[in-house]
C-alpha cells in the first residue's frame, strides 16, 4: 500500500529556513503528482505547492511564492519543500499527499509534520 512519510517539521524563528521531506513507497509514482498541504489550527488545510513525478509542472500558493521550493529526488522517492523566509503565519501541520495526474483528488495523504515559527 502506498505510504507517505514526513519529516522535517520543527520550531525556527521568523526568517529562518526548513526543509521538510516526504519519503514515497508502496507503488510506482510515474504519473503522480506530489503535493504539500497545510492546516493551521481553526483553519482549513490549503494547497502549498505540487510537482509531477517527472519533475515538472509545480504550482505554488500565492503566498509562498518565492519563499518555497518544491523538488522531487525520483532516485530516492523523496519530495521535499525548502521553506525559507518563515514567517509566523506558516506555522501549521505539513502534510504530503499524491494523486494520479488525471484525478481530481488526492488519494494519499501522510500523517503530518509540525512547523512552528515564532515571531
Known amino acids: 500500500q502506498v505510504q507517505l512519510v514526513e519529516s522535517g517539521g520543527g520550531m525556527v524563528q521568523a526568517g529562518d529556513s526548513l526543509r521538510l521531506s516526504c519519503a514515497a513507497s508502496?507503488?510506482?509514482?510515474?504519473?503522480?503528482?506530489m503535493g504539500w498541504f497545510r492546516q493551521a489550527p481553526g483553519r482549513e488545510r490549503e494547497f502549498v505547492a505540487s510537482i509531477y513525478w517527472s519533475g515538472g509542472g509545480s504550482g505554488y500558493l500565492d503566498s509562498v511564492k518565492g519563499r518555497f521550493t518544491i523538488s522531487i529526488d525520483n532516485a530516492k522517492n523523496t519530495v521535499y519543500l525548502q521553506m525559507n523566509s518563515l514567517k509566523p503565519e506558516d506555522t501549521a501541520v505539513y502534510y504530503c499527499a499524491t494523486r494520479h495526474a488525471l484525478a481530481t483528488n488526492y488519494a494519499y495523504w501522510g500523517q503530518g509534520t509540525q512547523v512552528t515559527v515564532s515571531s
Open positions: 508502496g507503488r510506482t509514482f510515474s504519473g503522480y503528482v
